[in-house]
């Protein structure tokens, strides 16, 4: 059974380049959460996702970053114009229909370097 | 909003020594208390979690947590840590209920020493 699946590992953009960042959630799975990592700050959440509806995007920026989990295919965290702060660790996780108290089960996470 | 307080930023202990990682949390509802702990270059794995019941949680690795609600606390112990617990240990909260996002902590890093 695998687990949630991140890809690609490691992505390098330039200034002004679009990243866009894909996460398969474990099968079954239908609750999608995208966290930013940077060093000393712990995860931020950025957004929570089911399938084909956004729950809360309370923490993404207001521009550049945008979000979907589509009906079919993995979850996609895209950033347009990526700028040196973007650079991060991206962590998706996911959780199966019974809610917040169902744990979650991360992926291994994409490492964003913007150059 | 709740909102999640790991005081220490590392802890450095000797091996099979004890250890205790504190955590606070504020919240004007009922939570749910999370611990994962994340090894290097991977995603962050539970370690433990609090929904109801019995304030002293046991969770993987010999770890366990006790939740305190007078003092909003989910502090994580283990009375004996190995090498291989280095890491770096994140507390979560969400809200009961509804549907919300789970908030984590900023991470407390975990040095054991030879």
């Known amino acids: 059974n695998a687990g949630v699946m991140q890809n690609p590992r490691h992505l390098v953009r330039r200034r002004g380049q679009e990243a866009r960042l894909r996460c398969s959630p474990m099968?079954?799975?239908?609750?999608v959460y995208w966290y930013r990592q940077l060093p000393e700050e712990g995860l931020k959440f950025m957004v929570y996702?089911?399938?084909?509806?956004?729950?809360?995007e309370s923490g993404m920026p207001k521009e550049r970053f945008s979000a979907e989990f589509p009906k079919e295919g993995p979850s996609i965290l895209r950033i347009q114009q990526v700028v040196r702060g973007d650079s991060a660790a991206y962590f998706c996780?996911?959780?199966?229909?019974?809610?917040?108290?169902?744990?979650?089960?991360f992926g291994n996470g994409t490492r964003l370097t913007v150059t | 909003a709740q909102s999640v307080t790991q005081l220490d930023s590392q802890v450095p202990v000797f091996e099979e020594a004890p250890v205790e990682l504190r955590c606070n949390y504020s919240?004007?509802?009922?939570?749910?208390l999370f611990w994962y702990v994340q090894y290097p270059n991977q995603g962050l794995q539970l370690l433990l979690k609090?929904?109801?019941?019995?304030?002293l949680v046991k969770g993987i690795n010999g770890f366990e947590a006790e939740f305190n609600k007078s003092q909003t606390s989910f502090h994580l112990r283990k009375p004996s840590v190995h090498i291989s617990d280095t890491a770096e240990y994140f507390c979560?909260?969400?809200?009961?209920?509804?549907?919300?996002?789970?908030?984590f902590g900023k991470g407390t890093r975990l040095h054991i020493l030879p």
């Open positions: 979560a909260v969400s809200d009961q209920g509804r549907d919300d996002k789970i908030i």
């Open positions: 996702l089911q399938k084909e509806n956004i729950i809360d």
């Open positions: 609090y929904l109801s019941g019995s304030t």
């Open positions: 099968k079954g799975h239908s609750h």
């Open positions: 996780a996911s959780s199966p229909p019974g809610g917040k108290n169902s744990p979650l089960h």
């Open positions: 919240s004007s509802v009922s939570v749910y």
